[in-house]
């Protein structure tokens, strides 16, 4: 299976999340949060000045500048999360000759006081996505799916119910 920014996003989020929807198990078509953050993402396409959007390969790149990689997301619920998936962009992008700086864009600001975080793919945050990936890998195609355990995030998930039963 293709690694994508979601799955590298999930990873960090949530291990359970993660081998679900790389196994295809995906429950976010139900889910609101799901549905209001892809509303906001059109909402950005179809304003004029937003429409970069670029696929290529296995990620879709929100936004890309001359300078930066920019992604836009509807919280800064998990920035961490949201900056190794900025981070395989960064990667693949580089992998193909195209260096860029990354940009995360948040709409909400609840647990951070930053509208804008800046990312940049060093040496070091490059070689420890490298093992991040592998591992990754291992995760996703392991039989086992990883154990539930409940955190304050999980009553925002897409497959909260489907872990609680």
Same mark, same amino acid.
């Given at each position: ?7 590298? *996003? ?99 600001? *609840? ?55």
């Amino acid at each position: 299976m293709n690694i994508t920014g979601t799955i590298v *996003n999930y990873y960090f989020h949530c291990r359970r999340q993660c081998w679900l929807f790389a196994n295809r198990i995906n429950l976010e078509d139900n889910s609101e949060d799901v549905h209001i953050g892809r509303v906001l993402h059109e909402l950005k396409l179809q304003d004029g000045k937003d429409k970069r959007e670029l696929s290529l390969e296995s990620i879709k790149l929100d936004k890309i500048t001359k300078d930066y990689v920019i992604e836009n997301k509807k919280s800064d619920a998990d920035v961490n999360a949201a900056s190794w998936q900025l981070l395989y962009y960064l990667k693949v992008l580089k992998d193909k000759g195209v260096v860029r700086k990354g940009k995360i864009e948040v709409d909400e600001k *609840n647990k951070q006081d930053k509208k804008f975080h800046f990312i940049e793919l060093t040496s070091e945050k490059e070689a420890e996505l490298d093992a991040v990936l592998k591992e990754i890998t291992l995760l996703i195609a392991s039989d086992s799916i990883p154990p539930y355990k409940f955190e304050p995030k999980c009553k925002k998930c897409a497959y909260f119910d489907y872990c609680c039963l």
